[in-house]
C-alpha cells in the first residue's frame, strides 16, 4: 500500500470523526417549567435574596452548561445580581449566604424579560447534579416590588430553595408544596441529546369501582430539542392493552412537562393491579428516550368511598383577625355546598363550649384539615390576602377514604336528637382501628352585645378580595353577624370506643346510633345555647385511632337522611335471616343481656348491621 495514500487516508479519517463528533454535539435548554407566577417574602423591608434550584436529572449527566437564564418582573430597587453553582448548597453564616464551591457571576437584570449569563468555562453535570441559583439585593418593596422572584406553577422538592436577609435568614429553605418552582432556564451543550424523547415521569394510584371506566393523569416530560405536538402511548392493565394518540404542548426545552389525561380498560373483578403507560411516539416519530414507561397501581372495589374532608377552624369574637375565618367558611359552604363540612370551635365568646381542642392551637385564628395539616380558614396555603382554603381542602379531598358514612337522624322526642351513621368499608379486614364521633352544627347563631360583636382589624385595609368587604369596609367592631358551623356538642373527640367493630366486611354497613340531649347544650357559662332546632346538623367523623385523623366525613340536617336509610330499606326489602354476634365477633344463638350487634340480611342482598342492648 503506498505510504502516502495511507497516512492521508488516516488523517482523512481523523478529519471526518472530529467533524461528525462536532457535528452530534448539539444545544438543548433545560427549564423546571413555564414562568406562571410571581413570589416574594411579605418581609417588608430591604433584604437580599438567594435562591436555587437543585439539576440532578439522570438523563442530564455528561453534558455542560454553557449559559444561565434569569428572569426579572421589574428591575426597579434590584442591585448586585449574579449567577452562581454549586455542588452543595453554600452555608450561611451570621444571616449571609457564603460563596458557592463553582462559580459566581455578576449580571445585570432586563426587566420582564431574561437575562442571559454566558460561564467563561461551561460546566459538566455529574450524577450527583447540581445547585444552580442567583443572588440579588432589593430596596424596601412598594405594591409593585413585592415579588421579585419567579416561578413555575407546579411544585417539587428542591425545585425552590430560598434563603434572605430577612425572613428565611438562618439556612435556605424548601418552600415545597407552599410556592411553584424556580423559573430558571439553562443551556447545555454536548453529545447525545435527543430530538424526539418524551419521559413518562410518573403515573398515579388509581382507585376505581369494578366494572367502570377508570380515568386519571399520568405526567410527561419533554426530554428533547423539539417541542412536543403529539405523543402515542399504550395503557395496559390485566391483560388488557389499548393506544391512544392525544395533542400536547410542550416547549423545545428539556424539562418541561405536562399532565395527559388518559382512560384506563374497565375491570370487572375487585382487587390490586399494576398499570403501565408507554410512550411510543413522539411527533409522529419513534420515542427516543431511555425511560419511556411509567408503572401505577390500581385499587379496584365494588364501591368507591368519597372524601368529604373536615376544616376546623378555632376563633373568637375577640379575636381582630378572625374574620377572615368567618368570611373563608362562608365561601366554601356557598362553593361546595353539599360536600364541604366545616366545624368552627369558638373561643372566649358565647359560643364557647369547650377549651379542650381536638388540635393544637398556637394562636388566633387556626385551622386544621383533617387534624393532620395545620391551615388558614381563609387563605389555605395560599399567600396571605388569597382566597385559598378551597385548594387545599380539593387536594384533602383526592386522599382516598377508608369508608363511607350515611347518616340518618330522627327526634325521640321534643329534646332529643338521635343520630345513626350507616359505615360501609369497601375491603375486607381483620382489624378495625376506626371510630366514630357525633357532632352537634349549629347554624344561624345570632346576639347583640360585647361578646357576639366581631373585633375587626381589617377595616380600611385594601388588596383583599371582594368576599371581605363587609370588614374590609367596616368598622373596627362588626355587629349583627349569623354565625354559621359553630359546634355546640359533641361525643368523645378521639372517637367513641366500640363505635365500629371488626372484623370489617366489605361492601357490608355497619350501624351505630348517639342521641343529643338538648336540655345538656350548653356553653362555658352553662347557658343553652340551641337557638333554632331547624338550622342544627349532625357530623359523623370517621377517626383513625392510629393518627387521630379524620378519615372521612358526612353531615346531614336534623330529622333527614344522607342517602342509606335502614328503615327505608327494610321497607323496600324483607329480612330475609337475622343473627345476633357479640361484642368480640362471636356468633350468639339466644342473646341475653348486654350489649349485642344485629344482622339482618335483606331480600335485596344489603345486609344492616346495628348495635342493640338486650
Not at 57 to 67: E, S, T
Not at 551 to 561: D, E, P, V
Not at 570 to 591: E, F, K, T
Request: charged content about 20%; overall charge negative.
Amino acid at each position: 500500500m503506498n505510504k502516502k495514500f495511507f497516512v492521508c487516508a488516516i488523517v482523512a479519517l481523523l478529519a471526518f470523526g472530529g467533524q461528525a463528533a462536532l457535528a452530534q454535539e448539539k444545544e438543548i435548554t433545560y427549564s423546571q417549567g413555564d414562568p406562571t407566577e410571581l413570589w416574594g417574602t411579605n418581609y417588608g423591608k430591604a433584604e437580599t435574596y438567594d435562591v436555587a434550584m437543585l439539576m440532578n436529572d439522570k438523563a442530564l449527566a455528561g453534558l455542560k452548561i454553557k449559559q444561565l437564564r434569569v428572569p426579572f418582573p421589574f428591575t426597579e430597587g434590584i442591585s448586585e445580581a449574579r449567577v452562581w453553582l454549586s455542588k452543595q448548597l453554600p452555608a450561611i453564616k451570621s444571616g449571609k449566604m457564603q460563596s458557592p464551591d463553582i462559580v459566581a457571576v455578576d449580571f445585570t437584570p432586563v426587566a420582564d424579560d431574561w437575562a442571559t449569563i454566558t460561564l467563561d468555562e461551561p460546566y459538566t453535570l455529574t450524577e450527583e447534579g447540581v445547585y444552580v441559583g442567583y443572588s440579588f439585593k432589593t430596596e424596601k418593596p412598594n405594591e409593585n416590588t413585592a415579588q421579585p422572584v419567579v416561578t413555575t406553577k407546579y411544585t417539587s422538592t428542591n425545585g425552590f430553595l430560598v434563603h434572605t436577609t430577612g425572613k428565611y435568614r438562618t439556612a435556605f429553605h424548601d418552600l415545597y408544596p407552599y410556592a411553584g418552582q424556580l423559573a430558571m432556564e439553562v443551556v447545555l451543550t454536548g453529545n447525545g441529546i435527543k430530538d424526539n424523547a418524551v419521559e413518562a415521569a410518573w403515573a398515579p394510584e388509581l382507585n376505581l369501582v369494578a366494572g367502570q371506566t377508570g380515568k386519571g393523569t399520568f405526567e410527561i416530560i419533554n426530554h428533547g430539542r423539539q417541542g412536543v405536538q403529539t405523543i402515542e402511548y399504550t395503557v395496559s392493565i390485566d391483560g388488557q392493552e389499548e393506544n391512544h394518540q392525544v395533542d400536547v404542548e410542550l416547549r423545545p426545552v428539556f424539562g418541561v412537562f405536562t399532565d395527559v389525561d388518559f382512560q384506563l380498560p374497565v375491570v370487572a373483578e375487585r382487587g390490586g393491579y399494576d398499570y403501565t403507560v408507554t410512550i411510543t411516539k413522539v411527533n409522529g416519530q419513534p420515542n427516543e428516550d431511555d425511560y419511556p414507561t411509567a408503572t401505577g397501581r390500581a385499587n379496584v372495589y365494588n364501591t368507591l368511598p368519597k372524601h368529604r374532608a373536615v376544616l376546623e377552624e378555632y376563633t373568637g369574637t375577640w379575636c381582630g383577625y378572625c374574620p377572615r375565618g368567618f368570611v373563608g367558611l362562608e365561601e366554601m359552604n356557598r362553593l361546595y355546598p353539599d360536600d364541604f363540612i366545616g366545624i368552627s370551635y369558638h373561643n372566649g365568646d358565647p359560643m364557647e363550649i369547650t377549651s379542650n381542642f381536638p388540635s393544637p392551637v398556637s394562636g388566633f385564628p387556626d385551622a386544621w384539615l383533617d387534624r393532620v395539616s395545620q391551615t388558614d380558614a381563609f387563605c389555605g396555603d395560599s399567600q396571605p390576602g388569597t382566597f385559598g382554603i378551597d385548594k387545599a381542602w380539593e387536594r384533602r379531598c383526592e386522599v382516598f377514604a377508608p369508608a363511607s358514612i350515611d347518616i340518618e337522624t330522627q327526634w325521640t322526642d321534643n329534646d332529643h336528637l338521635q343520630a345513626t351513621a350507616h359505615t360501609t368499608f369497601p375491603i375486607d379486614s381483620d382489624e378495625c382501628p376506626y371510630e366514630l364521633c357525633f357532632a352537634l352544627i349549629q347554624d344561624g347563631m345570632t346576639g347583640t352585645g360585647s361578646g357576639w360583636n366581631q373585633s375587626n382589624y381589617y377595616n380600611g385595609q385594601s388588596g383583599w378580595p371582594a368576599s371581605m368587604d363587609q370588614f374590609t369596609q367596616g368598622k373596627s367592631s362588626v355587629s349583627g353577624l349569623v354565625f354559621n358551623d359553630v359546634i355546640v356538642a359533641r361525643s368523645s373527640v378521639a372517637g367513641l370506643s366500640g363505635s365500629l367493630q371488626a372484623p370489617i366486611v366489605a361492601d357490608v354497613a355497619q350501624s351505630y346510633s348517639y342521641t343529643f340531649d338538648m336540655n345538656t347544650v350548653v356553653n362555658t357559662s352553662k347557658e343553652n345555647i340551641i337557638q333554632d332546632k331547624n338550622l342544627l346538623r349532625v357530623v359523623v367523623l370517621l377517626i383513625d385511632t392510629r393518627t387521630g385523623e379524620i378519615a372521612n366525613a358526612n353531615k346531614c340536617t336534623a330529622g333527614h337522611n344522607t342517602g342509606i336509610d335502614a328503615t327505608t330499606l327494610s321497607r323496600d326489602a324483607s329480612v330475609d335471616s337475622v343473627s345476633y354476634y357479640n361484642l368480640q365477633g362471636q356468633l350468639v344463638s339466644s342473646p341475653q343481656h348486654g350489649i349485642f350487634v344485629r344482622s339482618e340480611k335483606l331480600s335485596n342482598g344489603k345486609v344492616i348491621t346495628r348495635k342493640i342492648k338486650m
